[in-house]
């Protein structure tokens, strides 16, 4: 290839980020607090497919929603003509599942997920085109105790992963009747003000007027601010199932304040809707929203269900995470091992399979394409690794059956170097991680080695 022709690079889908290893830790950290509180409190998981029937998204979340109306991921299957969408959220995949596979059918069940969801919407701060949920759907629960308990297991969520400045936003949108009669004078007080409505709130104003109280025009507000609130149509049992739910909040001792204004995205919700929201993040500051949805199961065609869940945004909990200082950078393991010659490459691989059998992680030196490098560049290389020690089999080492341990972290690390029998090595560097982790606070020992790990 004479020609010195450019080739195009390829990048990533705008608004589709790469997760990279330096942030691997901090969602390891949050995935595995967020696994550990959910089974905690009873919920199994569930994965369901990233790809659903377009008709699906259609009809469970309605069709004049903002993630219906432009923001699905929707094609056709070349192959075969299916219509296909990557699912903007995951209640309505895990409600037909849940259908497909009778899952309600011996009583009750709570499910949780992770995964990756899609929509289409102008890509900023806060806001992708693919982006991470962990949700929860307490399914075949009718009781305001699950709508509590849902929000309870958040408020531990947020303690344990050490967030705070997370409020709780409440409100109910009571049932289908109340929100008729509601409708029907909605429409008329927004018939009223027609000259006020924007064009979008023109049209839904006969397919969807309640989302025109969602409505971020400015020169709408103070129209919708007076506009008729559904709060004051809800009949007995709504009241008494929101009762029902603040008063467990409040014997839970979880602050919350009521937003009437609160309806939430999906047409799907009915009584208790919440979100959970920050100031610290901009203007994308619902970090969690969920709600009740017992009609979801018949819109799909099932035996009515009653149901209720969550959907938590990933991406905006971590870069709280960050704000709030809980940086997370573990090492990439306990033991790098540095080698020199075929013998001591040869011993480096044994050693490193006894060190992961006694449990310990182990970064085994490669080669680059110039070979194996110098010590100096391995131990560089160790050292950028993290690693609590250097194990080091040079031509020496290997001929004397012996292994050279260097101490590459903690206070007294300066020359602290020694040179053990092979057989040992295993022994002595297990005692010494565990024993500087157990005594990690200590000591007048001037050989004991100190880890922060
Ligand atoms: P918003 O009002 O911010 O658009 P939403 O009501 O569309 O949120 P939900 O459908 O309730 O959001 O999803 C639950 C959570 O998922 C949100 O509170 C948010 O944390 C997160 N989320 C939603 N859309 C995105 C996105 N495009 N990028 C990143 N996170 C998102
Ligand atoms: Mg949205």
């Known amino acids: 290839m004479s020609e010195n022709k450019k080739i195009e690079k390829i990048t990533g889908v705008k608004g589709m980020n790469d997760i990279l290893p330096d942030d691997a830790p901090l969602w390891e950290l949050f995935e595995n607090t967020v696994q550990s509180v959910l089974k905690s409190y009873g919920f199994q998981q569930i994965r369901t497919p990233i790809v659903e029937s377009t008709h699906l998204f259609a009809r469970g979340l309605g069709a004049v929603t903002d993630i219906v109306e432009k923001e699905m991921y929707s094609f056709e299957d070349a192959l075969n003509g299916d219509k296909l969408t990557l699912r903007p959220e995951n209640t309505a ?267 310990l992680d182990v970064v085994l030196h490669c080669a680059s394409a110039t070979g194996t490098g110098s010590f100096k560049s391995q131990m560089k290389k160790a050292d950028v690794s993290g690693a609590a020690y250097a194990v080091i089999i040079g031509d020496d080492e290997a001929n004397s059956d012996a292994v050279t341990i260097k101490a590459l972290r903690g206070d007294d690390v300066s020359g602290n170097q020694v040179n053990v029998p092979f057989s040992s090595a295993v022994d002595y560097l297990v005692d010494q991680m565990t024993g500087a982790l157990e005594t990690d606070a200590c000591c007048d020992d001037p050989n004991h080695i100190h880890i922060h790990h």
């Open 93 to 359: 995949g895990i409600v037909r599942a849940a259908l497909e596979h009778n899952l309600t059918y011996d009583g009750p069940k709570r499910v949780w997920y992770n995964g990756p969801m899609f929509r289409h919407e102008k890509p900023q701060r806060g806001r992708y085109r693919q982006f991470h949920q962990v949700g929860a759907e307490a399914l075949g629960f009718s009781g305001p105790d699950i709508d509590a308990e849902l929000i309870v297991m958040c408020q531990r969520l947020w303690d344990d992963l050490g967030l705070q400045n997370i409020r709780l936003e409440l409100n109910s949108i009571g049932d289908a009747p109340e929100r008729n009669l509601h409708r029907a004078d909605l429409i008329a007080y927004f018939e009223s003000h027609s000259e006020l409505l924007d064009a979008e709130a023109q049209r839904r104003l006969y397919s969807n007027p309640l989302r025109i109280l969602d409505t971020k025009n400015p020169a709408m507000q103070s129209m919708v601010n007076a506009a008729p609130k559904l709060f004051d149509y809800l009949g007995e049992e709504s009241k008494s199932h929101f009762e029902g739910v603040q008063k467990i909040l409040r014997d839970n001792s979880i602050p919350f304040s009521i937003n009437t204004r609160l309806v939430r995205g999906m047409d799907y919700y009915n009584r208790t809707v919440f979100e959970w929201v920050t100031d610290e993040l901009g203007s994308q500051g619902t970090v969690c929203g969920g709600g009740r949805y017992d009609s979801l199961f018949s819109i799909f065609g099932g035996k009515a269900t009653p149901a209720c869940g969550f959907a938590m945004g990933i991406e905006r909990l971590l870069e709280l995470m960050k704000a709030s200082g809980e940086a997370h950078n573990p090492a990439q393991c306990d033991v790098y091992l540095v080698h020199q010659g075929e013998k001591g490459r040869a011993q480096s691989f044994v050693l490193g399979e006894r060190l992961r059998d006694a449990g």
